[in-house]
């Protein structure tokens, strides 16, 4: 089992186990890392789970679906990189992944 790093807006930096499979978002829910709402559950339908990944990651989470990038649209911090962590579904080689936090999610 690897890990994934948070980051919050602030600098705060939350190391957690890395469970592939899951997708990021309940990683993140799972081990009470603030800063992520997720309203809806993970329906791709709240944005409330807005997540900047380092460049370097972005690759390895998969494509991003006109949907998601409906919603990704409309948050207040979009970045080239930016995801909803709900639609990440981890693998063992995300490994090391950082993942920075939005100062507000919508
Ligand atoms: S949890 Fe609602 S869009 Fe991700």
Same mark, same amino acid.
């Given at each position: &089992?690897?890990? +994934?790093?948070? +980051? =919050?807006? #602030? %600098?705060?930096?939350? #190391?957690v186990d890395?469970e592939?499979?899951k997708s990021l978002m309940q990683i993140a829910m799972d081990n009470g890392v603030?800063?992520v709402?997720?309203?809806? %559950?993970? =329906?791709?339908?709240?944005?409330? /789970?807005?997540? +900047?990944? =380092? ?11 006109? #949907?998601?990038? $409906? @919603?990704?649209? &409309?948050?207040?911090? $979009? ?6 962590? /709900? $639609? ?5 080689? &995300?490994? %090391? @992944? ?6 507000? $999610? @919508?």
């Amino acid at each position: &089992m690897g890990h +994934i790093t948070f +980051i =919050e807006y #602030d %600098g705060t930096q939350h #190391d957690v186990d890395l469970e592939a499979g899951k997708s990021l978002m309940q990683i993140a829910m799972d081990n009470g890392v603030p800063g992520v709402d997720a309203d809806c %559950g993970g =329906e791709c339908a709240c944005g409330t /789970c807005h997540v +900047i990944l =380092e460049a370097n990651w972005f690759p390895e989470t998969g494509e991003v679906v006109d #949907d998601e990038k $409906q @919603m990704l649209a &409309m948050t207040p911090e $979009q970045a080239e990189t930016s995801r909803l962590a /709900c $639609q990440v579904h981890t693998t063992n080689e &995300m490994d %090391g @992944m950082v993942v920075r936090l939005p100062e507000f $999610q @919508m």
